[in-house]
């Protein structure tokens, strides 16, 4: 089916949401088993308990027995309850990654405890649209001290009753969250959004919202998950990428396939490098990753750099690209936002 579709559905027991546009898989949500890794967003009252010398960081001590692993945590003691939210997902065996710089994020606001201001999103460019932003927030945020307000680019075309009440109901979750940062013992504080209400928080209105029990098999979306999930990517011209995981990192492998032309392997990395975000997204894979790009002679190489920034800066997942080392392949780091489809996930 053409045009854009979001389905909402369930892997086992777990929520899912797939984001289909004209017919191809372009984003995919899966909830954690909660009780080993709490998806990002939850908010804890921490106890500090362990300070990592040398590194200015923090190990925590979370509810249930689990730990967590608190960057630039200068000016902090053990023994301290600091309120923290869980800001990724971790790797096997390790503790799960916190800020403690707070967010509370709704469809049209984010509030930002502890940043005052009104800031609204670089993609709302007209200045009589800001300026009516801020008409709306100012009342909202009237009399509430030390709470700030960052208006996403979802605002653009929405209702003034919508926006002014998604700014209300951030700010009170911010309020009753702050409020139970008192006390000595860990607690959760704030569940993380599951994956449907991600769906609808973050992705843009579509033309076909699918759910129950059968939308998923309605608009194949196992099968669309599954041909993600084999390993092989093809791209146009009989070329094809492998995209594996292993502990230490994410592989990727780019074949020309039958072709033989001089600019074959320009043409495969530049149609890897366009897809690459759409196969990590889904896939819910960060991390380093490394690209071992089919031949490429090193004046083409600024070109494919291009390419890759163009399409991640379109990507909503932080993602730095280191650049090339000197065996000629490709370096990112990806933050681990996303929890992997990999490994069982899908059975």
């Known amino acids: 089916m ?57 190990m925590l ?13 200068g000016g902090l003691r053990p023994g ?24 509370f994020k709704g469809r049209y606001a984010i509030v930002t405890p502890d940043a005052p201001g009104v800031n609204i999103s670089r993609r709302l460019r007209d200045e009589d649209a800001r300026a009516r932003l801020r008409e709306i927030a100012a009342p909202v945020l009237a009399g509430v001290d030390g709470i700030g307000l960052i208006l996403r680019s979802s605002c653009r075309g929405a209702a003034q009753e919508a926006i002014a009440a998604d700014i209300a109901a ?13 006390g000595s013992q860990p607690e959760l504080l704030l569940e993380g959004a599951g994956a449907h209400a991600l769906a609808l928080r973050d992705w843009d209105e579509p033309d076909l919202l699918a759910e129950g029990e059968g939308a998923f098999d309605d608009h194949a ?17 009989g070329a094809c990428a492998f995209v594996e995981p292993t502990r230490a990192l994410v592989a990727v492998d780019v074949n020309t396939g039958p072709d033989t032309s001089l600019a074959a392997g320009l043409k495969a990395n530049i149609a ?30 600024r070109q494919v750099e291009q390419v890759l920034k163009a399409a991640f800066r379109r990507d909503p997942i932080d993602t730095a690209l280191a650049g090339w080392t000197p065996l000629g392949h490709f370096e990112l780091q990806r933050k681990r936002e996303r929890l992997p489809v990999l490994g069982g996930e899908l059975g």
Request: hydrophobic residues 45%.
């Open 2 to 58: 053409k045009g854009r579709i979001v389905a909402l559905g369930r892997v086992n027991t777990r929520e899912a949401a797939a984001l289909i546009v004209d017919g191809r898989l372009q984003d995919f949500l899966i909830d954690p088993d909660r009780q080993v890794a709490p998806p990002p967003g939850t908010v804890f009252r921490a106890i500090c308990d362990r300070a990592l010398k040398g590194q200015g960081a923090m």
């Open 61 to 73: 001590r979370l509810p249930a027995g689990r730990r967590a692993f608190l960057r630039q945590a």
């Open 80 to 103: 301290q309850a600091v309120l923290v939210q869980v800001s990724g997902y971790a790797e096997t065996g390790k503790a799960i990654p916190v800020t403690m710089r707070l967010l």
């Open 170 to 182: 951030m700010r009170d979750v911010a309020q009753k969250v702050l409020a139970g940062g008192a």
């Open 221 to 237: 979306v196992h099968d669309l998950l599954e041909a993600l999930a084999c390993g092989r990517h093809p791209l146009p011209h």
């Open 272 to 301: 890897l490098a366009r897809e690459l975000p759409r196969i990590l997204r889904c896939l819910g894979l960060g991390g380093q990753i490394t690209i071992d790009f089919a031949p490429l002679a090193r004046k083409d190489r």
